[in-house]
């Protein structure tokens, strides 16, 4: 019995770390996510005028 009293605390305190941390993230205000970030290399270079 004493695996699963230390099993659910582990677990409490995981998932209190995650919960903090997701608030502070998502109070930080960031004009771009982690998704459009991740994606930024795939989007086409613009094309100069001059390079034509």
Do not use: H, Q, W, Y
């Amino acid at each position: 019995m004493n695996v699963l009293g230390i099993t659910i605390l582990v677990s409490s305190c995981l998932a209190a770390i995650f919960v903090v941390c997701f608030a502070i993230e998502s109070r930080r205000g960031r004009k771009s996510s982690f998704e459009r970030d991740s994606l930024l290399p795939f989007e086409p270079e613009p094309i100069d005028k001059a390079e034509k």
